[in-house]
Protein backbone atom coordinates (compact mmCIF):
# COMPACT_ATOMS: atom_id res chain seq x y z
CA UNK A 1 0.00 0.00 0.00
CA UNK A 2 3.18 2.40 0.60
CA UNK A 3 4.60 1.65 -2.22
CA UNK A 4 1.41 2.39 -4.40
CA UNK A 5 0.83 5.67 -2.39
CA UNK A 6 4.41 6.55 -3.38
CA UNK A 7 3.84 5.59 -7.11
CA UNK A 8 0.87 7.63 -7.58
CA UNK A 9 2.83 10.56 -6.00
CA UNK A 10 5.18 10.32 -8.37
CA UNK A 11 3.04 9.81 -11.41
CA UNK A 12 1.59 13.29 -10.28
CA UNK A 13 4.90 14.72 -10.00
CA UNK A 14 5.85 13.78 -13.46
CA UNK A 15 2.50 15.75 -15.14
CA UNK A 16 3.04 18.52 -12.78
CA UNK A 17 6.75 18.76 -13.90
CA UNK A 18 6.03 18.29 -17.82
CA UNK A 19 3.53 20.87 -17.80
CA UNK A 20 6.28 22.88 -15.75
CA UNK A 21 8.49 22.25 -18.55
CA UNK A 22 6.08 23.99 -20.99
CA UNK A 23 5.83 26.92 -19.18
CA UNK A 24 9.61 26.84 -18.16
CA UNK A 25 11.09 26.16 -22.08
CA UNK A 26 7.78 26.46 -24.82
CA UNK A 27 8.71 30.29 -24.91
CA UNK A 28 10.21 33.00 -27.14
CA UNK A 29 13.24 30.98 -27.57
CA UNK A 30 14.75 31.06 -32.11
CA UNK A 31 20.04 26.67 -32.95
CA UNK A 32 20.62 30.04 -34.46
CA UNK A 33 17.59 30.18 -35.95
CA UNK A 34 16.70 26.89 -34.74
CA UNK A 35 13.16 25.75 -35.82
CA UNK A 36 13.44 21.78 -35.17
CA UNK A 37 15.24 19.52 -32.63
CA UNK A 38 15.99 17.09 -30.21
CA UNK A 39 17.12 18.19 -26.51
CA UNK A 40 17.90 15.75 -23.94
CA UNK A 41 18.07 16.59 -20.26
CA UNK A 42 19.31 14.53 -17.38
CA UNK A 43 18.42 14.31 -14.83
CA UNK A 44 19.33 14.18 -10.84
CA UNK A 45 16.84 14.40 -8.33
CA UNK A 46 17.04 14.35 -4.51
CA UNK A 47 15.36 14.87 -1.17
CA UNK A 48 14.46 18.53 -0.57
CA UNK A 49 14.13 17.35 3.22
CA UNK A 50 15.68 14.77 5.53
CA UNK A 51 12.10 12.99 5.78
CA UNK A 52 12.06 9.00 5.22
CA UNK A 53 9.07 9.74 2.28
CA UNK A 54 10.73 12.15 0.56
CA UNK A 55 14.30 10.14 1.04
CA UNK A 56 12.39 6.72 -0.42
CA UNK A 57 10.66 8.69 -3.06
CA UNK A 58 13.91 10.40 -4.37
CA UNK A 59 15.40 7.00 -4.49
CA UNK A 60 12.72 5.89 -6.97
CA UNK A 61 13.27 8.47 -8.92
CA UNK A 62 17.18 7.66 -9.99
CA UNK A 63 18.02 7.51 -13.57
CA UNK A 64 15.50 9.77 -14.92
CA UNK A 65 15.73 11.88 -17.98
CA UNK A 66 13.25 14.13 -20.33
CA UNK A 67 13.82 14.17 -23.85
CA UNK A 68 12.03 17.09 -25.90
CA UNK A 69 11.21 16.53 -29.52
CA UNK A 70 10.06 20.07 -31.21
CA UNK A 71 9.27 21.34 -34.89
CA UNK A 72 6.49 23.58 -36.07
CA UNK A 73 3.52 23.42 -34.37
CA UNK A 74 4.53 20.34 -32.50
CA UNK A 75 6.46 19.54 -29.67
CA UNK A 76 6.95 16.48 -27.64
CA UNK A 77 7.91 15.48 -24.21
CA UNK A 78 9.03 12.23 -23.34
CA UNK A 79 9.77 12.18 -19.18
CA UNK A 80 11.55 9.03 -17.36
CA UNK A 81 10.95 9.22 -14.23
CA UNK A 82 13.84 6.40 -12.72
CA UNK A 83 12.66 2.64 -13.52
CA UNK A 84 8.99 3.61 -12.04
CA UNK A 85 7.47 5.47 -14.87
CA UNK A 86 7.50 6.71 -18.62
CA UNK A 87 5.42 9.63 -19.73
CA UNK A 88 5.10 11.30 -22.82
CA UNK A 89 3.61 14.35 -24.05
CA UNK A 90 2.68 15.15 -27.56
CA UNK A 91 1.33 18.73 -28.64
CA UNK A 92 -0.06 19.56 -31.92
CA UNK A 93 -0.82 23.36 -32.03
CA UNK A 94 -2.30 23.38 -35.21
CA UNK A 95 -4.46 20.46 -34.78
CA UNK A 96 -5.46 21.99 -31.09
CA UNK A 97 -4.62 18.35 -29.83
CA UNK A 98 -2.85 16.56 -27.58
CA UNK A 99 -1.74 12.95 -25.80
CA UNK A 100 -0.12 11.58 -23.21
CA UNK A 101 1.26 8.28 -22.63
CA UNK A 102 2.04 6.51 -19.40
CA UNK A 103 3.63 3.49 -18.35
CA UNK A 104 4.38 2.06 -14.91
CA UNK A 105 3.56 -1.08 -13.10
CA UNK A 106 -0.51 -0.78 -13.26
CA UNK A 107 -0.10 -0.64 -16.79
CA UNK A 108 -0.64 1.14 -19.80
CA UNK A 109 -2.63 4.64 -20.07
CA UNK A 110 -3.39 7.37 -22.34
CA UNK A 111 -5.12 10.64 -22.48
CA UNK A 112 -6.33 12.69 -25.07
CA UNK A 113 -7.30 16.86 -24.65
CA UNK A 114 -7.25 19.18 -26.78
CA UNK A 115 -4.45 20.98 -26.43
CA UNK A 116 -5.75 24.30 -25.05
CA UNK A 117 -7.26 22.38 -22.34
CA UNK A 118 -4.05 21.91 -20.82
CA UNK A 119 -4.16 22.95 -17.41
CA UNK A 120 -0.52 24.56 -16.92
CA UNK A 121 1.02 24.89 -13.45
CA UNK A 122 0.75 27.96 -12.60
CA UNK A 123 0.04 31.25 -14.81
CA UNK A 124 2.95 33.49 -15.77
CA UNK A 125 3.61 35.40 -12.71
CA UNK A 126 3.97 39.46 -14.04
CA UNK A 127 5.87 40.23 -10.54
CA UNK A 128 8.56 37.62 -11.19
CA UNK A 129 11.88 38.54 -10.25
CA UNK A 130 15.51 37.95 -11.68
CA UNK A 131 18.73 38.57 -10.46
CA UNK A 132 21.35 38.05 -12.71
CA UNK A 133 25.34 37.08 -11.73
CA UNK A 134 28.42 37.33 -13.84
CA UNK A 135 29.75 33.50 -13.12
CA UNK A 136 30.62 31.23 -15.89
CA UNK A 137 30.17 27.63 -16.95
CA UNK A 138 31.00 25.81 -20.14
CA UNK A 139 28.07 23.39 -20.76
CA UNK A 140 28.60 21.03 -24.16
CA UNK A 141 31.03 23.29 -25.03
CA UNK A 142 28.11 26.68 -24.36
CA UNK A 143 28.96 29.72 -22.41
CA UNK A 144 26.31 30.09 -19.47
CA UNK A 145 25.42 32.46 -17.00
CA UNK A 146 23.87 32.13 -13.85
CA UNK A 147 20.56 34.13 -12.93
CA UNK A 148 17.81 33.26 -10.42
CA UNK A 149 14.05 33.67 -10.98
CA UNK A 150 11.40 33.67 -8.22
CA UNK A 151 7.97 33.59 -9.54
CA UNK A 152 4.79 32.83 -7.67
CA UNK A 153 6.86 31.85 -4.33
CA UNK A 154 9.23 29.25 -6.42
CA UNK A 155 12.87 30.12 -7.14
CA UNK A 156 14.84 28.67 -10.31
CA UNK A 157 18.58 28.48 -10.63
CA UNK A 158 19.67 28.88 -14.73
CA UNK A 159 22.73 28.77 -15.91
CA UNK A 160 21.55 29.62 -19.54
CA UNK A 161 23.43 30.44 -23.19
CA UNK A 162 22.44 33.11 -25.42
CA UNK A 163 24.78 31.19 -28.24
CA UNK A 164 21.33 29.13 -28.61
CA UNK A 165 17.71 30.47 -29.32
CA UNK A 166 15.61 28.05 -30.47
CA UNK A 167 11.81 28.51 -31.54
CA UNK A 168 8.96 26.17 -29.54
CA UNK A 169 6.19 28.21 -31.12
CA UNK A 170 6.23 31.71 -30.00
CA UNK A 171 4.64 30.63 -26.92
CA UNK A 172 4.85 33.42 -24.06
CA UNK A 173 4.76 30.71 -20.84
CA UNK A 174 8.86 31.63 -20.25
CA UNK A 175 9.67 34.80 -17.89
CA UNK A 176 11.54 36.48 -21.03
CA UNK A 177 13.88 37.80 -18.22
CA UNK A 178 16.17 35.65 -19.02
CA UNK A 179 18.33 36.55 -21.70
CA UNK A 180 19.21 33.13 -23.16
CA UNK A 181 18.27 29.70 -23.62
CA UNK A 182 18.57 27.35 -20.07
CA UNK A 183 21.18 24.56 -19.92
CA UNK A 184 21.30 23.75 -16.45
CA UNK A 185 18.21 24.73 -14.02
CA UNK A 186 17.19 23.84 -10.96
CA UNK A 187 14.36 24.03 -8.82
CA UNK A 188 12.82 22.24 -5.69
CA UNK A 189 9.12 21.03 -6.15
CA UNK A 190 6.91 18.25 -4.39
CA UNK A 191 9.69 18.14 -1.32
CA UNK A 192 12.30 17.19 -4.24
CA UNK A 193 15.23 18.97 -5.72
CA UNK A 194 15.47 18.62 -9.25
CA UNK A 195 18.50 19.41 -11.14
CA UNK A 196 17.90 19.66 -15.29
CA UNK A 197 21.05 19.91 -17.56
CA UNK A 198 21.42 19.78 -21.62
CA UNK A 199 23.44 16.17 -22.00
CA UNK A 200 22.53 16.18 -26.23
CA UNK A 201 21.66 18.62 -28.81
CA UNK A 202 20.04 17.29 -32.63
CA UNK A 203 18.97 20.32 -35.10
CA UNK A 204 16.86 17.47 -36.77
CA UNK A 205 13.90 15.04 -35.80
CA UNK A 206 13.64 11.79 -37.63
CA UNK A 207 10.33 10.10 -37.99
CA UNK A 208 8.10 12.87 -37.45
CA UNK A 209 5.33 11.41 -38.68
CA UNK A 210 5.64 8.43 -35.57
CA UNK A 211 7.11 10.44 -33.17
CA UNK A 212 4.14 13.77 -32.84
CA UNK A 213 1.45 11.52 -33.65
CA UNK A 214 -1.56 12.04 -31.46
CA UNK A 215 -3.20 8.37 -31.89
CA UNK A 216 -2.75 6.07 -28.67
CA UNK A 217 -0.88 3.22 -29.95
CA UNK A 218 -2.15 -0.40 -29.76
CA UNK A 219 -1.71 -1.35 -25.92
CA UNK A 220 -2.91 1.42 -24.58
CA UNK A 221 -6.13 1.76 -22.16
CA UNK A 222 -7.37 5.54 -23.39
CA UNK A 223 -8.53 6.94 -20.02
CA UNK A 224 -10.58 10.07 -18.94
CA UNK A 225 -8.70 12.39 -16.62
Known amino acids: MFQSLIHLKIVFLIMKNILFIILVLGTQLSFSQMSEGV?????????????????????????????????????????????????????????NASLSLVENNQGKFAILKKADELEYQNERDEN??????????KVLGYTC??????????????????????????????????????????????????????SNLLDFVENKTDVFSTIPPAGYQVVAQ
Open 145 to 198: KKAVVTSNGLKTVYWYTDQINIDFKGQEFFDKKIPGFPMVFTTIQGGMKMSYQV
Open 39 to 95: IQYSIDIEAADTSLKSRQTAGLLYNSMMKIFFTKDLLRIDYKMGEMTDMKMIIDYDR
Open 128 to 137: STIKLFNDTK
